[in-house]
């Protein structure tokens, strides 16, 4: 995840979890979040619409929020 947050500045809000904080598992729980790293895209009526286990595709996640963003 390093480096996305500046790959997707004004376009969408970063939010990292501590999964052993109560509010990191109760996240979790509610998005079946098992392994870690996990990351979840959601949409502006809070979808999730792109989800990766593992480390994500930098390219694949910038291109899906410029998308959604409704940028090229």
């Given at each position: 995840?390093?480096g996305?947050?500046d ?21 979790a ?16 009526a809070?979808?999730v ?24």
């Amino acid at each position: 995840m390093d480096g996305i947050e500046d790959d997707v500045s004004g376009q969408a809000t970063v939010l990292r979890l501590d999964l052993l904080s109560d509010v990191g598992r109760e996240a979790a729980s509610l998005y079946g979040v098992s392994s870690v790293p996990t990351t979840l895209l959601f949409d502006g009526a809070g979808r999730v619409v792109m989800r990766e286990t593992g480390l994500p595709d930098r390219g694949a996640f910038r291109a899906k929020v410029a998308e959604l963003a409704g940028r090229p």
